[in-house]
């Protein structure tokens, strides 16, 4: 098994570590929206500045409106290019890639190597379950951990979430990965980590006086190492089994549409 | 021109009379019916908890530089029982109380209270608001509220908790049982019952009592945006007011509209989502209630102190009430994490960045209303243009939030705080700068020091920006927000530097204010005596004595043309002077091309 470490701290000012097949995706969205934001506001600022430069007191105002029709196409054209540069690629990429990849769940349940996880959020933890190796929820082989998230390498990782108290958000910055659990509700959100190592996972959302220790960790392994993790830590739920515990006994039929 | 017929004029006097000024203490300065009375009233109440919020920043920002360290001054007199230093608790109590008093309790009415009561009236040509008596009770409703907050601050448990979005069920008994928040929730409705109240009489107002020839497309933008915001508040306020409504009856009789789980720990068939549609429908126009006024009131100064027309008056116009309607239908975009259905979260995106498009029209105004002008620094113009630096900022950094892949990552961390600061805070705080350097003199009678205004401008300025753009680099860094020690998370650890230094940033700009504070006071009091048109511009309030009679206007004016009128030529040859005023006549018969521009 490999010896692994706490999460590595980062360094400097920019985007976590990504550590998912698919963030790229979101980071290359964001730096391509910085670019034309950064001009834009640069062009803002020189014009601003050479207009005090050029166009002091001591230069004669001229007497415009603004009103002919040349000068308001300009302005509506400049908008609508603007619109059409900047906001479309956001709009149109957001479009493909929920299509695609971050609600491109079908493909990930169809995936036979998928691993499925429910997640119990509560005033201040993440308690995980994994269906065993009978694939059902709620069952004495399932593996419930607490804080603890224990994941395969290049594979797609599927979770569904509840809460048992307040709103909670499932946040997990090096994979890009981020979601609400809402009482009454069950949310899901999907990851693929393309490498192993410790991450962070974080509560996103204001859930009380100790949400920021709201702290788990994910670990991700190599898939060979994780199916052995994953058959030693079944065998002792199933031996440590206890019937009569009844908080211990959460879980919900696993349904590929379970959304409100 | 179109001729004002005498009797249109005579039906405006008749309409207003002149009432006589109320000579007693008690109706000259607390239950006073005067709309500039009532302005400054809610300019000293939403000062003074500006400062209350301020200070309450100024905590959060030590928590971010040095965790758990005591806090000089404000730790030994308010944090006594815990050391001086902020704990957990304390910690989510100021960051909450911080954001509620800002929006509702200082940034609310210093720019609608405080420059919609003192501005409308006088900028329409009006002696009084359609409805005196409602807004002296609006304001002593407000005062309500603020008794509400301060009862909250020394709640039971401390005061409310659950941020200033209040999202339940944190908010309700679940997660925040102490009477602090139900205090504040309280405040809350009551202060929306004062903003209703408010709205209410400023859209009557422009609609029944504009001067006789100040048609719509007369009215000073400023005017416009505060009229605007008002028809928002109108809308919207009732709909924060039922959701706060219903999480009282949540919090103190036991209904269950907002709370939801099958599990043991909780149990309701409630909604927590319902809520968090009812606060955005409210939560984004509120957005814009807070930054139309200041749009409008940055329109008219840059114009002024480029001396030159607005450019495109009537696409400034119709780009704010654009963005008035867009408001409503994009609240979604707050939402996108909780489990939306894709659909809805992609139909909130489009309308999202479809209001990219008025915001530009406003920025281009803008700009080309200062290009091939004759512009004057003057402190109120340094301000303005502060604002579009930092609206800019904020305007820009919006589009990565309102589309949902990206939204993904940033979602409910540092950069969504910079952003909203930047726009709400940052630029509102800026524009009411603007206005109270710009009005002061037409306030109080006199001017404030204009080296003083300028130092504080740059200082501000400088400050402002490193502090809210320190929130955004670490939000992209993946710092979440209301985090009480973000440095728990091993991935956020190297953060401590940048968050310093916009802390100290930030404690920079508190002592600027004091320079502003101080300006404020010896002008006051010695300041230099303002003429009725120290600013030398033409919309209506500055034809009338610096302060205005009770009265406003000895005779109600006739409205002649628009608001922007300078460097006409042929007013330069028959005035000698750049600008005409709104209800000025020009000497000798007025020539069809002058006319013609109004």
């Known amino acids: 098994m490999t010896l692994l470490l706490a999460p590595l701290p980062e360094k400097g000012i920019g985007l976590p570590h990504d550590a998912s097949l698919h963030g790229w995706r979101i980071d290359a969205l964001i730096n391509e929206t910085s670019v034309y934001v950064g001009l834009l506001f640069v062009i803002m600022v020189a014009w601003v500045v050479l207009a005090c430069l050029r166009h002091g007191p001591r230069h004669e105002a001229r007497f415009d409106h603004g009103t002919s029709t040349r000068s308001i196409a300009v302005g509506l054209c400049i908008a609508g290019a603007i619109f059409f540069v900047v906001d479309g690629p956001l709009f149109v990429n957001s479009l493909i890639l929920a299509r695609d990849v971050f609600g491109n769940f079908a493909k990930v349940e169809a995936d036979p190597k998928s691993v499925r996880i429910e997640i119990t959020a509560h005033q201040w933890a993440w308690v995980a379950r994994y269906a065993g190796p009978d694939g059902k929820f709620n069952t004495p082989d399932d593996i419930v951990t607490f804080n603890d998230v224990v994941v395969p390498e290049g594979t797609p990782i599927l979770f569904q979430l509840v809460s048992t108290d307040v709103i909670h958000s499932f946040n997990i910055p090096n994979m890009r990965a981020k979601i609400d659990a809402v009482p009454g509700m069950v949310n899901r959100v999907w990851f693929e980590a393309k490498e192993t190592g410790e991450f962070d996972i974080a509560c996103a959302q204001h859930c009380g006086l100790n949400h920021y220790k709201m702290k788990a960790t994910l670990t991700v392994l190599p898939r060979p190492d994780w199916e052995k993790w994953a058959a030693e830590a079944s065998a002792n739920s199933a031996r440590d089994y206890d019937p009569d515990d009844r908080e211990a006994h959460w879980g919900w039929d696993w349904s590929e549409h379970a959304r409100i | ?598």
Request: proline letters at 6%.
């Open chain 2, 1 to 598: 021109m179109q001729a004002i017929p005498s009797e249109e004029r005579a039906a405006h006097e008749e309409l207003q009379p002149i009432h006589h000024e109320p000579k007693s203490f008690f109706f000259k300065y607390l239950w006073s019916l005067d709309h500039k009375m009532i302005g400054r009233q809610f300019l000293w109440a939403g000062l003074g908890f500006l400062l209350v919020g301020g200070l309450l920043a100024m905590m959060i920002r030590w928590q971010w530089a040095f965790p758990g360290k005591p806090v000089p001054v404000l730790g030994s007199i308010f944090l006594r029982s815990q050391g001086g230093a902020i704990g957990p608790a304390t910690y989510m109590t100021i960051f909450t109380m911080h954001g509620l008093i800002m929006i509702f309790f200082a940034i609310t009415p210093v720019l609608i209270g405080a420059f919609g009561n003192f501005l409308l009236p006088l900028q329409i040509g009006a002696r009084d608001m359609a409805f005196p008596w409602l807004n002296a009770l609006s304001f002593w409703t407000f005062a309500l509220s603020l008794v509400f907050v301060i009862l909250s601050l020394f709640g039971e448990l401390g005061a409310a908790g659950a941020g200033w979005t209040t999202y339940p069920p944190l908010s309700t008994n679940v997660g925040t049982p102490g009477s602090g928040q139900t205090w504040m929730v309280a405040a809350v409705f009551v202060t929306g019952v004062s903003t209703i109240m408010g709205g209410i009489n400023y859209v009557t107002t422009v609609i029944r009592h504009r001067a006789p020839g100040m048609t719509w497309m007369r009215l000073p933008l400023a005017t416009w945006g505060l009229w605007l915001t008002a028809i928002l508040n109108v809308l919207f306020v009732p709909v924060l007011g039922s959701a706060a409504l219903l999480l009282l009856l949540d919090r103190l009789f036991g209904t269950q509209f907002f709370i939801a789980g099958a599990t043991a720990s909780v149990s309701g068939g409630g909604d927590p989502i319902l809520f968090q549609h009812l606060f955005w429908i409210f939560g984004h126009p509120e957005v814009y209630i807070l930054i139309l006024p200041a749009w409008g009131i940055v329109s008219d100064l840059l114009s002024f102190f480029s001396r030159k027309p607005a450019n495109w008056y009537r696409g400034t116009v119709y780009a704010m009430i654009a963005v008035c309607v867009l408001s409503a239908m994009v609240y979604g975009h707050h939402m996108f994490l909780t489990g939306f259905t894709p659909l809805l979260g992609q139909s909130f995106m489009l309308l999202t960045l479809i209001i990219s498009v008025p915001a530009e029209l406003l920025f281009l105004n803008w700009l080309r209303t200062v290009w091939q002008g004759s512009i004057r620094l003057t402190t109120p113009m340094l301000f303005s243009l502060g604002m579009l630096f930092v609206f800019g900022m904020g305007g820009l950094t919006g589009l990565y939030l309102g589309a949902t892949a990206t939204d993904i990552y940033l979602h409910d961390t540092m950069f969504v705080v910079g952003h909203f600061h930047l726009t709400m805070a940052a630029a509102s705080f800026v524009a009411s700068l603007a206005a109270i350097y710009f009005w002061f003199p037409k306030m109080f009678g006199r001017r404030m020091n204009e080296t003083l205004g300028k130092v504080h401008f740059w200082i501000t300025l400088v400050c402002l920006v490193t502090v809210f753009s320190g929130q955004l680099l670490a939000g992209y860094s993946g710092q979440s927000r209301r985090l009480y020690d973000p440095y728990q998370y091993t991935f956020l650890k190297h953060l401590l530097g940048v968050n310093r230094v916009a802390s100290y940033a930030a404690f920079l700009l508190l002592f600027a204010q004091f320079i502003f504070i101080y300006n404020f006071i010896r002008s006051l009091i010695a300041g230099e005596k303002a003429e009725s048109n120290p600013w030398q511009v033409s919309t209506l309030e500055w034809f009338t004595a610096s302060p205005p009679p009770y009265h406003n206007y000895d005779r109600i004016p006739t409205v002649l043309r628009g608001p922007h009128e300078f460097a006409d030529p042929e007013v330069r040859r028959r005035l000698g002077r750049d600008f005409i005023g709104q209800a000025e006549e020009l000497p000798e018969a007025m020539p069809p091309a002058v006319a013609s521009a109004g």
